[in-house]
């Protein structure tokens, strides 16, 4: 394997000074809700498998692995299908070096039959116990001179100001492949196309606390008239407008005039704006009283992909409209649109593309999450009003390089993707390359390539990575496939894409991405549901499902940490948990097969499908029985993850056909202050020697911001030849409002960069959606930074603040630092090709 193939650390900038790192206060759970760090990965910490305070070693040796403490196996954020099984052992009595599997006075056959029989003995009972278980009417301006930020409509506003853009750097294409069906909307040319824009503004916390809404309105008051162009929007989902003319209490229906927004129906209640009946009944009002031979819908308001669809009402909080109700709300409207807009994020997926085709020509939309200050509308629809019978494409290459260069000026550091998509071109072109790359996808699944899946799939580009939605730009990752038939598939959605720009830190999005699932696969049971509503290709659900399930068997099977054999057997044979990976090799043949074939009689599905009732659910278990010789060839072995000593440097030397089992890898510090962990986070700092291996040696430092030690937990690291961008996440209380705090490491910041605070959102009680941009951190902005906290013997106990309050200046420095005099525990975190986690021995000098 090319050593350039390893995963690749950040680099890092080390300042002078730290230490002072400490947690303040009384535990402040009850504000994030649980922990704020990588919860999902530290989810195997258990009382049973962690031990007595470590000691610190001598020089050159190592403390027990925290794979006894941070547990590994993750399936879904939850417990590995071992945990809460006694082991035993763990960090009791200080042991250092990699610890052996407990042995009993028998030959080593015997010893492997023995062990497979109790463990499908010991994994059946386990299972078979857990089975069981106000505003006036007529015209009005938008009068904001009340609200801290906002101008009023009596002067030019700074934020409808028309952004300068040179273009893109090549046309919008406008040739269309000859299968592609006719479209709906016919232009009558020569400016004769009357045209009627409806807005469905969903403005929830967006305007409540930005005022973001009235931002956009303003630049669609700020465009030129026509007496051809009507633009109709729909307000409401809000809490609080930040103007005095739209209500909070009801929704209300505008029309933008030369002379400021008109009043045309008021007093219609609050109306959920994710109900598809709400989306319906404006389309249907609109189309009515503003009768056009050219629509265009824009969809104004958080977004949430593939999974979780469109939009976020205050007034109707955790519910948003999935995929399927946007459908019903489209067809129910009863129009026929040129084009369908999302000034929302993350919603330039193939599925909703697929959704909007009967009813849209064309297709507007971000694969990325979308800056706050989201489209700029003013140039769009003055190029409309100027000539109604623009083309559509040129109208979108305007509306996009107006979009990305507004970005570019305003928010220099924010990711900024958009493009347009011919639907009818989609509909001739799309279907059966789809379902033919789909079928040889599956195929190599099924033919023991899931690794090239695997890792054509991890080198994908990926959006709101840590959102874990699993979307991926498809086009990424079919080239990346390179099969005939992800080749062509390529091609042909290629072509559909008539214009697509992204703003210059952000690569590999070519347009249009998709759900593939790689973590919480539980949520693939909604997914599936959805497609089979919408009419997803029957070829693509078996890919994901067979995927996911193969994933599933390698979980179920994994010599990693917090898995059935090692877990199970080290109680049952009295012995100690392992704990260089908590294995001490791959399970052998047969073990393989005696594992999953336990864990499918047991007929408890919960940790992967989420049910209860006992069925396998998407699960493919034919699949899965299939996999066991596959499982055997491909497996990562943790007991490779010892530390040995190379040119007086401590390593962690693994052979290319296990690093090349290896898709991810990060660095963990746990800092003892004296009563037990603080947990500084996740982060891809690593150095390799000349050998390719992997060097287990420790700074002491840590990230700073501004002199000041934080948690820090990376969130995605995209590559692309030298070009590269690694986002990470610092959480933090921003004026008493949980964030994240968002970072960048790039070709142009290498030493790292502090774009905004990202909203954190309480999926229970608020919205699964994806809040849209960054909130700017100003000078006096209040800054409480966080910190998970654990016990000696693994527990989460609660989130604390981490260090003093900090005040913002405006200025950050991003450095490493040193932790002090305290002890600490270093390990890394290894992430194998089915999502099994591994950890190395930890350091404690």
């Known amino acids: 394997m ?31 809700g649980g922990p704020v760090g990588d919860a999902g990965g530290y989810s195997e910490r258990t009382e049973d498998t962690a031990g007595a305070r470590p000691q610190k070693p001598a020089k050159g040796a190592t403390l027990p692995s925290l794979g006894s403490l941070l547990g590994g196996g993750q399936t879904d954020g939850g417990t590995s299908p071992g945990a809460g099984v006694p082991a035993g ?20 056959k015997l010893l492997l039959i023995l062990l497979v029989i109790a463990a499908v003995i010991v994994v059946i009972v386990y299972f078979a116990s857990r089975g069981s278980g106000d505003s006036p009417e007529g015209s009005a301006g938008l009068d904001t001179t009340a609200t801290t930020g906002l101008t009023s409509v009596t002067s030019t ?62 630049e669609m008051l700020y465009a030129v008239d026509s007496d051809k162009l009507n633009i109709v929007i729909e307000t409401g989902g809000c809490t609080g407008w930040r103007n005095s003319v739209i209500s909070s209490k009801t929704n209300q229906r505008y029309l933008v005039t030369s002379q400021g927004l008109r009043l045309v129906q008021d007093n219609l209640g609050l109306r959920s704006m994710v109900n598809p009946a709400t989306l319906a009944d404006f389309i249907q009002f609109s189309k009515a009283q503003f009768p056009a031979n050219r629509y265009i819908l824009v969809m104004w308001d958080h977004g949430g992909g593939s999974l979780t ?5 205050q007034h109707f909080s955790n519910d948003s409209m999935t995929l399927d109700e946007l459908a019903t709300g489209l067809r129910n409207g009863g129009c026929a649109f040129d084009v369908i807009g999302f000034d929302a994020c993350l919603m330039a997926t193939l599925e909703t593309a697929m959704v909007l085709e009967p009813y849209a020509d064309y297709m507007l939309a971000s694969e990325e999450t979308e800056p706050g ?19 559509t494409t040129e109208l979108g290459k305007r509306l996009i390089d107006d979009y990305v260069a507004t970005c570019r000026s305003q928010t220099p550091q924010s990711q900024a993707t958009l493009s347009l998509i011919d639907l009818a071109e989609l509909k001739g072109t799309v279907p059966n390359a789809f379902a033919s790359f789909a079928s040889s996808t599956k195929g190599l699944i099924n033919t023991e390539n899931y690794h090239a899946v695997s890792s054509a799939r991890g080198d994908a580009k990926e959006f709101a990575a840590s959102s874990q939605i699993n979307q991926i730009d498809l086009i990424d990752f079919a080239e990346n496939l390179g099969t005939p038939e992800a080749t062509t598939f390529a091609n042909v959605l290629r072509g559909c894409i008539k214009y697509n720009r992204t703003s210059s830190n952000i690569s590999n999005a070519n347009g249009v991405s998709i759900y593939f699932p790689s973590s919480k696969l539980s949520q693939l049971n909604a997914m599936l549901s959805t497609y089979d509503r919408i009419g997803i290709p029957p070829e693509y659900s078996d890919c994901i499902r067979g995927y996911a399930s193969l994933a599933a068997s390698g979980q179920v099977t994994s010599s990693g940490s917090g898995n059935m054999l090692d877990s199970l057997l080290g109680g049952l044979l009295g012995g100690g948990a392992p704990s260089s990976g908590s294995s001490s090799g791959s399970s052998g043949a047969g073990a393989v097969g005696a594992l999953l074939e336990a864990f499918l009689g047991a007929r408890d599905f919960s940790k992967f499908t989420g049910s209860t009732d006992g069925s396998p659910g998407w699960l493919d278990v034919d699949q899965m029985q299939s996999a066991v010789a596959y499982l055997e060839d491909n497996q990562f072995d943790a007991s490779a993850l010892a530390i040995t000593e190379k040119n007086g440097q401590r390593v962690i030397a693994l052979s290319d056909e296990q690093w090349a089992l ?41 990230l700073a911001l501004n002199d000041q030690i934080v948690s820090y937990y990376m969130m995605s690291d995209d590559h692309d030849g030298d070009v590269y961008s690694i986002r990470g996440r610092v959480p933090a209380l921003l004026n008493d409002q949980l964030v994240d705090i968002i970072i960048v490491f790039s070709n142009e910041h290498p030493d790292g960069m502090v774009l905004g605070a990202q909203i954190k959102y309480d999926a229970a009680t608020e919205t699964q959606t994806v809040a849209r941009g960054l909130i700017d951190i100003v000078a006096g902005d209040k800054i409480d930074y966080l910190c998970d906290y654990y016990t000696y013997e693994g527990e989460y106990t609660d989130t ?26 270093m390990t890394y975190r290894f992430t194998d090709i089915y999502g099994n986690q591994y950890w190395t021995p930890s350091i404690s000098d």
């Open 309 to 313: 669809g469109y939009g976020y009402d």
């Open 662 to 702: 290896v898709q991810h890898m990060e660095m963990n510090v746990f800092l003892d202050d004296g009563e037990g962990f603080i947990d500084l986070g996740l982060d891809n700092v690593y150095e390799y020697n000349d050998d390719g291996d992997l060097i287990m040696e420790y700074d002491g430092t840590w």
């Open 2 to 32: 090319d050593k350039s193939d390893r995963p690749q650390g950040r680099k890092k900038r080390v300042g002078s000074g730290g230490g002072g790192v400490f947690k303040r206060g009384e535990g402040v759970s009850g504000k994030t």
């Open 157 to 218: 506003p700074t934020s409808a100001t028309p952004a300068t853009t040179t273009g893109g750097t090549s046309p919008a294409i406008t040739a269309v492949a000859q299968e592609a069906r006719a479209k709906r909307t016919t232009l009558l040319g020569n400016g004769n196309d009357k045209v009627t824009v409806m807005v469905y503004m969903c403005a929830t916390d967006l305007e409540q606390r930005s005022g973001m809404a009235t931002a956009d309105l303003n």
């Open 89 to 108: 052992g763990g960090m009791a009595g200080g042991t250092s070096g990699p610890s052996r599997r407990p042995t009993i006075g028998c030959s080593p």
């Open 373 to 391: 200050i989201g489209w700029h509308h003013t140039g769009w629809l003055t190029s409309l009003a100027e000539n109604t019978s623009i083309p």
């Open 800 to 825: 604390y603040y981490l260090g003093n309050q900090y005040t913002a200046t405006g200025e950050w420095v991003v450095e490493n630092l040193s932790v002090g005099d305290n002890s600490y525990q």
